[in-house]
């Protein structure tokens, strides 16, 4: 079986980007010296799975920052040829989450780190995360790219730790609860 895991940072009032996707507020937070556990986080991940939001937001960077292989889910860009530059680390795909996490589980792939918003919320809609740590930075946004959207039920979720930093963020990791 694969599980879905979740490490976001959001704006105290919920918002993972400005409307225009823009996360300076985020990376102008970014202490080096503090160790927020993203290493610890994505150590055990096989595989990350991402929106085209955050891909096309990660393609901005001056370096691709991950080692794991990214599989990107668009209908946008399934079809679509990846970068000479991301061959063999990126392909895409326009199945639905269930649907992707069949294919991983048959692939061997046992536990995936989700990116991006709209992905996370459409895999918690169908009760696809396991868990989630969320990083809140002491800022307001007042409006932009929500991290949470609409629900059809309500999703209950277990806090297991809560942790603050020097630089004023708030990190809590919850269990969803089946």
Known sequence: MTTAHVFIATSLDGFIARDDGDIAWLLERDDPTEDHGYAAFIADKDMIVMGR?????VLTFDAWPYEQPVLVLSRQLEGMPVP?????????????????????????????????????????REGLVADLVITTVPVLLGSGRPLFGALTRD????????????????????????
């Open 84 to 124: 000479e530059a991301l061959k063999g680390k990126v392909r895409f795909s326009g199945l639905a989450p269930k649907a992707i996490m069949e294919a991983l589980a048959g692939q061997g792939i046992r536990r995936v780190y989700l990116d991006g918003g709209l992905l996370l919320q459409s895999f918690l």
């Open 155 to 178: 999703i209950d979720l277990a806090l297991v730790s809560s942790r603050s930093f020097p630089s004023g963020l708030v990190q809590s990791t919850y269990r969803v609860r089946p």
């Open 53 to 57: 939001g955050s891909y096309e937001k």
